[in-house]
């Protein structure tokens, strides 16, 4: 199984911003779509953003659509989440994984995780 590595989260106020990354270990990053999911205390995991394996299909969820930014770097094996104008909403662990698609370009929320999960990286958002 591919590893994953999820790096950049921290301590920030609201209105702030944050960049996760999450590097891939492997060769065959680029032949697979990518997506972010988060779990805050007491709920669910819960799909952020998804990024198709050229990064030229996304999606987001309603929650942080317009404020986060997914993208991809396949010649480094990393994935990248830029977060804008965090809430406190945001605060959860953060994941990565690879996403088994339907369409080979296109990414929905419903596609689901293959891959083992990391130890994620925390993002604390403050009033």
């Known amino acids: 199984q591919v590893q994953l590595a999820e790096s950049g989260g921290g301590l920030v106020q609201a209105g702030g911003s944050l960049r996760l990354s999450c590097k891939a270990s492997?060769?065959?990053?680029?032949?697979?779509?990518m997506g972010w999911f988060r779990q805050a205390p007491g709920k669910e995991r819960e799909f952020v953003a998804g990024?198709?394996?050229?990064?030229?299909?996304?999606y987001y969820a309603d929650s942080v659509k317009g404020r986060f930014t997914i993208s991809r770097d396949n010649a480094n094996n990393t994935l990248y989440l830029q977060m804008n104008n965090l809430k406190p909403e945001d605060t959860a662990v953060y994941y990565c994984?690879?996403?088994?698609?339907?369409?080979?370009?296109?990414?929905?929320?419903?596609?689901?995780?293959?891959?083992?999960w990391g130890l994620g990286t925390q993002v604390t958002v403050s009033s």
């Open positions: 990024i198709s394996y050229s990064g030229g299909g996304w």
């Open positions: 994984n690879g996403l088994l698609t339907t369409y080979s370009d296109h990414v929905f929320p419903e596609d689901p995780p293959f891959g083992s």
């Open positions: 492997g060769r065959a990053f680029g032949s697979y779509a």
